[in-house]
């Protein structure tokens, strides 16, 4: 397969591999103009951005103290304590994703936060974080180069969070 997609590149071409009885290889034209165009990605960051902080400062409004947490102001507390953090952790996350996948030979577009509506009522400010296209629309070489690229992003997101969150309680107030 790796000689096949190796001598098929030249020519736009690639092949799949199918495990079924017996096995089906499928030759396909090399997907092209998969990955959005970067305004799309700067809208959604900018977008979640916005909800983030927006989430941020009506969810800490009951908690916050007078002087506020880092800033006097809300919203800058809001975008610095919270927004800043957790977008910063989905975007290592993403590097991190685009390195793994390119080590594979693979290109992947960055991750996209996912905002809503779900704002009003959901304290994150987004719904969550998705890459364009699928994982099963683009073409991998084998199973571990796949489940390596899927796996770490969510690892980098466990741990960044893991570690944001151990900062916040240690810089807590212990009146809170």
């Known amino acids: 397969l790796y000689e096949i997609n190796s001598h098929l590149e030249k020519l736009d071409w690639v092949v799949r591999l199918y495990p079924e ?10 997907p092209t103009r998969q990955f959005p165009k970067n305004h799309v990605a700067i809208v959604f960051w900018l977008l979640s951005l916005f909800t983030t902080t927006f989430a941020a400062e009506k969810w800490m409004a009951s908690g916050r103290p007078q002087g506020g947490w880092i800033f006097e102001h809300a919203t800058l507390d ?3 304590g919270y927004s800043l953090p957790l977008l910063f952790t989905i975007m290592v996350a993403s590097f991190v994703q685009k ?17 809503g509506p779900a704002v009003l009522w959901w304290p994150f400010g987004i719904i969550g974080f998705t890459s364009m296209p ?10 571990a180069s796949m489940g390596n690229t899927a796996v770490s992003a969510p ?19 212990n009146y809170v």
Do not use: C, K
Not at 99 to 115: D, E, I, K, Q, T
Not at 155 to 173: E, F, N
């Open 21 to 30: 009885e017996p096995w089906v290889m499928q030759v396909l034209p090399a």
């Open 134 to 143: 699928r994982s099963d629309a683009r073409v991998w070489p084998d199973r």
């Open 155 to 173: 690892l980098v997101i466990i741990l960044l969070g893991m570690a944001i969150a151990l900062l916040g309680l240690q810089l807590t107030p």
């Open 99 to 115: 390195h793994v996948a390119n080590r594979y030979g693979v290109r992947v577009s960055h991750l996209f936060p996912m905002f």
């Open 78 to 80: 809001a975008l610095v």
